[in-house]
Protein backbone atom coordinates (compact mmCIF):
# COMPACT_ATOMS: atom_id res chain seq x y z
CA UNK A 1 0.00 0.00 0.00
CA UNK A 2 1.37 3.58 -0.87
CA UNK A 3 2.25 5.94 1.66
CA UNK A 4 0.12 8.69 1.51
CA UNK A 5 1.92 12.30 1.31
CA UNK A 6 1.30 14.55 4.48
CA UNK A 7 0.07 17.81 3.55
CA UNK A 8 1.33 21.14 5.12
CA UNK A 9 -2.29 21.87 6.40
CA UNK A 10 -2.25 18.59 7.69
CA UNK A 11 0.91 19.52 9.63
CA UNK A 12 -0.25 23.10 10.81
CA UNK A 13 -3.47 21.91 11.89
CA UNK A 14 -2.01 18.90 13.86
CA UNK A 15 -0.08 21.33 16.21
CA UNK A 16 -3.21 23.21 17.06
CA UNK A 17 -5.48 22.70 20.22
CA UNK A 18 -8.97 23.51 19.76
CA UNK A 19 -9.60 23.63 23.60
CA UNK A 20 -7.76 26.73 24.36
CA UNK A 21 -8.80 29.41 27.40
CA UNK A 22 -11.83 31.53 26.37
CA UNK A 23 -10.45 35.61 25.60
CA UNK A 24 -11.23 38.22 27.91
CA UNK A 25 -11.50 40.80 25.33
CA UNK A 26 -15.12 41.75 24.67
CA UNK A 27 -16.78 40.80 21.56
CA UNK A 28 -14.05 37.96 21.16
CA UNK A 29 -16.09 35.04 20.79
CA UNK A 30 -15.07 31.02 21.00
CA UNK A 31 -12.23 29.66 22.70
CA UNK A 32 -8.74 30.61 21.15
CA UNK A 33 -7.23 27.84 19.38
CA UNK A 34 -3.57 28.00 20.78
CA UNK A 35 -0.55 26.83 18.63
CA UNK A 36 1.39 24.02 20.53
CA UNK A 37 4.39 23.76 18.20
CA UNK A 38 7.48 26.10 18.56
CA UNK A 39 7.42 29.50 19.87
CA UNK A 40 9.36 32.16 18.61
CA UNK A 41 11.09 34.29 21.91
CA UNK A 42 7.68 37.21 21.48
CA UNK A 43 5.55 33.89 22.05
CA UNK A 44 4.23 33.82 18.34
CA UNK A 45 4.15 30.71 17.10
CA UNK A 46 6.18 29.52 14.02
CA UNK A 47 5.90 26.70 11.41
CA UNK A 48 8.18 25.89 8.69
CA UNK A 49 7.01 25.66 5.11
CA UNK A 50 9.80 26.64 2.57
CA UNK A 51 11.00 29.33 5.79
CA UNK A 52 9.85 29.38 8.61
CA UNK A 53 6.47 31.81 9.09
CA UNK A 54 4.59 32.84 11.75
CA UNK A 55 1.32 30.52 12.62
CA UNK A 56 -1.25 33.00 12.91
CA UNK A 57 -0.28 34.51 9.35
CA UNK A 58 -0.23 31.07 7.79
CA UNK A 59 -3.65 30.68 9.59
CA UNK A 60 -5.01 33.57 7.96
CA UNK A 61 -4.17 32.50 4.59
CA UNK A 62 -5.35 29.04 5.25
CA UNK A 63 -8.95 30.75 6.31
CA UNK A 64 -8.38 32.10 2.57
CA UNK A 65 -8.49 35.49 4.03
CA UNK A 66 -6.83 38.40 2.15
CA UNK A 67 -3.82 39.05 3.52
CA UNK A 68 -2.13 42.23 1.86
CA UNK A 69 2.22 41.92 2.23
CA UNK A 70 2.02 45.75 3.94
CA UNK A 71 -0.70 44.94 6.80
CA UNK A 72 0.20 43.37 10.28
CA UNK A 73 -1.89 40.30 12.11
CA UNK A 74 -3.65 41.76 14.68
CA UNK A 75 -4.41 39.25 17.29
CA UNK A 76 -8.16 40.77 18.42
CA UNK A 77 -7.82 37.95 21.95
CA UNK A 78 -4.59 39.16 22.75
CA UNK A 79 -3.55 35.79 22.84
CA UNK A 80 -0.49 35.45 20.71
CA UNK A 81 -0.54 31.70 20.96
CA UNK A 82 -3.95 31.61 19.19
CA UNK A 83 -4.33 30.74 15.77
CA UNK A 84 -8.16 31.12 15.17
CA UNK A 85 -9.36 32.77 12.32
CA UNK A 86 -12.20 34.29 13.64
CA UNK A 87 -9.65 35.92 17.01
CA UNK A 88 -7.69 37.66 13.87
CA UNK A 89 -7.87 40.54 11.85
CA UNK A 90 -5.52 42.35 9.00
CA UNK A 91 -5.09 45.80 9.87
CA UNK A 92 -1.82 48.06 9.60
CA UNK A 93 0.84 48.55 11.61
CA UNK A 94 -0.22 51.55 13.44
CA UNK A 95 -3.53 49.96 14.57
CA UNK A 96 -1.69 47.01 15.89
CA UNK A 97 0.50 48.88 18.30
CA UNK A 98 -2.28 51.18 19.75
CA UNK A 99 -4.89 48.00 20.60
CA UNK A 100 -1.90 46.85 22.37
CA UNK A 101 -1.03 47.92 25.93
CA UNK A 102 2.28 48.94 25.59
CA UNK A 103 3.91 52.42 26.16
CA UNK A 104 3.46 53.49 22.72
CA UNK A 105 -0.26 52.82 22.84
CA UNK A 106 -0.75 53.95 26.83
CA UNK A 107 1.18 57.11 25.82
CA UNK A 108 -1.17 57.50 22.84
CA UNK A 109 -4.10 56.96 25.25
CA UNK A 110 -3.09 59.99 26.90
CA UNK A 111 -5.20 62.88 27.07
CA UNK A 112 -3.84 65.18 29.53
CA UNK A 113 0.12 65.32 30.82
CA UNK A 114 1.61 64.06 34.20
CA UNK A 115 0.61 67.95 35.95
CA UNK A 116 -3.44 67.38 34.38
CA UNK A 117 -3.20 70.35 31.64
CA UNK A 118 -4.95 68.70 28.20
CA UNK A 119 -3.46 67.48 25.30
CA UNK A 120 -5.42 70.13 22.52
CA UNK A 121 -4.46 72.01 20.13
CA UNK A 122 -3.45 74.94 21.89
CA UNK A 123 -1.44 73.51 24.54
CA UNK A 124 0.32 70.00 22.97
CA UNK A 125 3.77 70.41 20.91
CA UNK A 126 5.27 68.10 19.19
CA UNK A 127 9.06 67.18 19.70
CA UNK A 128 11.35 66.48 17.14
CA UNK A 129 11.26 62.67 17.68
CA UNK A 130 7.17 63.30 17.09
CA UNK A 131 6.67 62.83 20.88
CA UNK A 132 4.12 64.89 22.41
CA UNK A 133 4.72 68.05 25.22
CA UNK A 134 3.04 70.24 27.43
CA UNK A 135 3.04 73.67 26.51
CA UNK A 136 1.79 74.99 30.16
CA UNK A 137 4.33 72.43 31.93
CA UNK A 138 7.03 73.40 29.07
CA UNK A 139 6.86 77.40 29.84
CA UNK A 140 6.67 76.74 33.25
CA UNK A 141 9.79 74.87 33.18
CA UNK A 142 11.29 77.73 31.21
CA UNK A 143 10.59 80.29 33.61
CA UNK A 144 11.75 78.22 36.41
CA UNK A 145 15.20 77.66 34.64
CA UNK A 146 15.58 81.62 33.49
CA UNK A 147 15.21 82.95 37.18
CA UNK A 148 17.97 80.53 38.45
CA UNK A 149 19.61 81.13 36.44
CA UNK A 150 19.91 85.00 36.25
CA UNK A 151 19.74 86.13 39.87
CA UNK A 152 20.70 90.15 38.89
CA UNK A 153 17.13 89.86 37.16
CA UNK A 154 15.27 88.84 40.21
CA UNK A 155 16.81 91.90 42.30
CA UNK A 156 15.50 94.25 39.53
Known amino acids: MPRQKVTAAWRYWSRVA ?6 LVRGVLGRCHEWTGSTNEKGYGTFWLT ?19 DLDVDHRCRNRACVRPSHLRAVTHRVNLLASTNHVALRAAQTACHRGHPFDAENTIRAKNGTRKCRACKNAAARAAYRTTTPERQAA
Request: hydrophobic share 40%.
Open 18 to 23: FDGPLP
Open 51 to 69: RTVKAHRYAYRLAGLPLPA
